[in-house]
């Protein structure tokens, strides 16, 4: 995160009275993105399975609007058909 955002201020006050936990992450780092591609061409890495369901444009609307519902599994993707 840059300039402004590279120190979110945190209301720790509602993270203690609700008991929330903070989680996060950088990702993976660059530098390993080959091994990871390696894999994925290999077939030791299969990502397409973490897909749970292809949508078109209009059928996102819905999809976001009751993405709190969390009905289903796996990552929606929005094709472009």
């Known amino acids: 995160m840059l300039a402004e955002n590279s120190t979110p201020a945190i209301p720790m006050s509602k993270v203690i009275a609700n008991e929330l936990e903070i ?6 780092q660059a530098h390993r993105y ?3 591609l390696a ?3 290999s077939g030791k890495l299969a990502p397409e399975k973490l897909i ?3 949508i078109n444009l209009e059928q996102s609307i819905d999809a ?4 709190d519902k969390f009905e289903g599994v796996g ?6 058909f």
């Open 75 to 80: 990552v929606t993707v929005v094709n472009e």
């Open 34 to 36: 080959d091994a990871m």
């Open 39 to 41: 894999m994925i061409q």
């Open 52 to 54: 749970g369901k292809r």
């Open 64 to 67: 976001l609007m009751n993405m």
């Open 23 to 28: 989680l996060g992450s950088h990702g993976m």
